[in-house]
């Protein structure tokens, strides 16, 4: 395992459509255990395959409740809407609030290229939002509605 670099916002292999990923080799489980290993090392709640540098559908999560991991994850249904603040390795400092469905149901292949349906509610629905936006090149400040810069202590 190995930690890698974390893309930053002005690097333009963010604004990518990252590819299918046809077979679960081992490329594809190295990566994933090094996107594991930096998201932990970055405190971060998911990581995104494009946010290391890998044009590939692969994304992680552990909102708390132990690592996810998705490949090729699809939104399959959502249900309502809530405001909540978000943030992201690749623009650190800077968080944003952002409108987004409020419970969700991902379909995606696990390790063994078995299929899974996921379904999320709070965090971890925007996490999954969040992260499959990657895939697509969408940075959640392209939705929030107020961004705020976090190094401006607001008040704590
Ligand atoms: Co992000």
Known sequence: ??????????????????????????STKELIEDMLETMYNAEGVGLAAPQ????????????GEGPIVLINPKIIDSKGECMMKEGCLSIPGITGEVIRPEIVTAEALDLNEEKVVIEGEGLLARALLHEIDHLDGVLFTDKA???????IKEGD
């Open 52 to 63: 290391v540098g890998i044009l590939k559908r692969v994304i992680v999560i552990d909102v």
């Open 1 to 26: 395992m190995a930690l890698r670099k974390i893309r930053q916002y002005y690097d333009e292999i963010l604004r990518k459509k990252a590819k299918e990923v046809n077979k679960v080799d081992e």
């Open 145 to 151: 509605l107020r961004v705020i810069d976090s190094d």
